[in-house]
Every structure is written in C-alpha cells, then in structure tokens.
Nanobody
Framework: QVQLVESGGGLAQPGGSLRLSCAAT????????MGWYRQAPGKQREWVAT?????????ADSVKGRFTITIFRDNVKRTMSLQMNSLKPEDTAVYYC?????????WGQGTQVTVSS
C-alpha cells in the first residue's frame, strides 16, 4: 500500500505561481513514476506531467515551459513537487497526484488550484 498526501494549491492571479507537493509513504520502493493530473469543472481528468523514479520528466503541451516537476527521495518517502509559473485561468482545476508502482496505481485526494484576478 502507498499513502499520498497532497499540499499546496490555492488562489493565484494570472501570471502568478503556485507550488504543489505530493508525499508518498508506505511501499515506496515499488515506485516507477509519479505524476499530476487535473480536472476542471465539467471536463474529463487530463494528464499534466510525469516524473519517473530516475528523474525523467514529461509534460502536456498546455503546460510545457511553464510547469516543472521534481522528485525527492529519502528512506521513508518520495516527495513530488509541481512548480507552476505563468499561471493562466485555464489552469484552474482540481489537481490530483498519481503514484504508479509495481503493485498498481494510487491517487491523492486532490487539491484545488484557482487562477483568477
């Protein structure tokens, strides 16, 4: 089992920045990749970014060049962060952390990001 705790999010103005974090504990040595997804009201959940356990990253075209993703490893947890810069109103959504490992996928509870003036 893997437990995920998300933090960060909130309200930002267009052009502003926010940082999301997701801490994974439990059977973390099964990690293959962690990622962020988001779901805006009335829309399907969409992939935002992924970081593999060895640090390779990939981004959706809509956030490329504005978002960065990192992963920090220690003996008890894996912490993934999403730095979101140059935020746009269309980035408004609930953001979900996803952990992919040998035993399956786990999802965080979601954190709200609102970009508005």
């Amino acid at each position: 089992q893997v437990q995920l705790v998300e933090s960060g999010g909130g309200l930002a103005q267009p052009g502003g920045s926010l940082r999301l974090s997701c801490a994974a504990t439990g059977n973390i040595f099964s990690l293959a990749a962690m990622g962020w997804y988001r779901q805006a009201p009335g829309k399907q959940r969409e992939w935002v970014a992924t970081v593999t356990n060895d640090g390779h990253t990939n981004f959706a075209d809509s956030v490329k060049g504005r978002f960065t993703i990192t992963i920090f490893r220690d003996n008890v947890k894996r912490t993934m962060s999403l730095q979101m810069n140059s935020l746009k109103p269309e980035d408004t959504a609930v953001y979900y952390c996803k952990y992919t490992g040998s035993y399956g996928d786990y999802w965080g509870q979601g954190t709200q990001v609102t970009v508005s003036s």
